[in-house]
């Protein structure tokens, strides 16, 4: 099996073809798309027909499943992936609301965000539902030093309330939505790399720091963090296994017909506690 990796943008993403998932997980062709991901932080690969057991042990080679644990749609037992839908399908009902969705990174809002994230396509509208990815690794190296050092030591306060913002912020979180405060920079596991770990969907507000402040300072660096040269945007085709580094990305959805199906199985690989990361200027 011969692999061909194709950049996507020169921000972030690659295709890799040559790659037939069904016949099994082979360790040498994993260690290439292991190597894929970790350089290009997003990677899809096309034309795949995946069941829901064959998406999970593609997912359990990079490390244990993280059960799913935002939104509970089964009665008993451990609940091994979920559906990105718009539809009930498959017995499970639809868990997210349809339309535009936010930038974010999946689970900040708890001690151990998920460390990757993958989506396999069954059912896509005709025009929409694209997902937009962004390099966060890019936008910290992009930063003055001046706002390297101001940034260092500070943590942002995560918190996602699926009732009142699941899609775009809007209201106040319930007091009883999860949440959790870590470093504004952390320092990636794997490459140990500063990246900038906030984003406008759930990061709430700098922990310590007037509101006013914070507000006028988050809405500074989620410009960054948006900002087309950092990003590629990913049109969905039914087949496309996309997985992506959840701590040096972010991720947001366009907006798409409601009457026009949406449909992705979503697994994740569990994560550790982000480590804070010094600022290289200081």
Request: net charge negative; proline share 5%.
């Amino acid at each position: 099996m011969s692999i061909s990796i194709q950049r996507m943008s020169d921000a972030i993403g690659a295709r890799l073809t040559g790659i037939d998932l069904r016949s099994g997980i082979d360790d040498a062709v994993m260690k290439e798309v292991h190597q894929a991901w970790l350089e290009n932080f997003v990677i899809v690969i096309p034309g795949q027909d995946l069941s829901g057991d064959d998406q999970i042990a593609f997912t359990e080679w990079f490390g244990p499943r993280q059960e799913v644990r935002t939104v509970k749609v089964v009665d008993e037992g451990p609940q091994n992936f979920m559906y990105v839908a718009n539809k009930k399908f498959d017995g499970m009902e639809s868990v997210l609301p349809e339309g535009e969705m936010q930038f974010h990174t999946d689970q900040c809002y708890y001690e151990t965000p998920s460390r990757a994230t993958i989506l396999f396509a069954i059912e896509i509208p005709a025009e929409g539902g694209n997902t937009k990815f962004a390099n966060a690794y890019r936008a910290y190296e992009s930063l003055d030093d001046a706002m390297k050092s101001r940034l260092q030591g500070l943590k942002a306060l995560n918190v996602y309330d699926y009732d009142a913002n699941s899609t775009i912020k809007r209201y106040e979180s319930s007091p009883d939505a999860p949440r959790y405060a870590h470093p504004v920079v952390i320092r990636h596991p794997e490459t140990g790399r500063e990246v900038l770990y906030i984003n406008r969907l759930m990061s709430d507000h700098i922990v310590g720091m007037d509101r006013a402040e914070s507000d006028a300072l988050l809405e500074e660096l989620f410009q960054v963090l948006e900002d087309p040269a950092h990003c590629y945007e990913h049109v969905w085709t039914p087949g496309d296994l996309v997985m992506w580094d959840n701590l040096c990305t972010l991720h947001a959805r366009t907006w798409f017909d409601p009457s026009q199906s949406r449909v992705l199985r979503r697994t994740t690989v569990a994560g550790k506690a982000p480590d804070a990361a010094i600022a290289s200027a200081a």
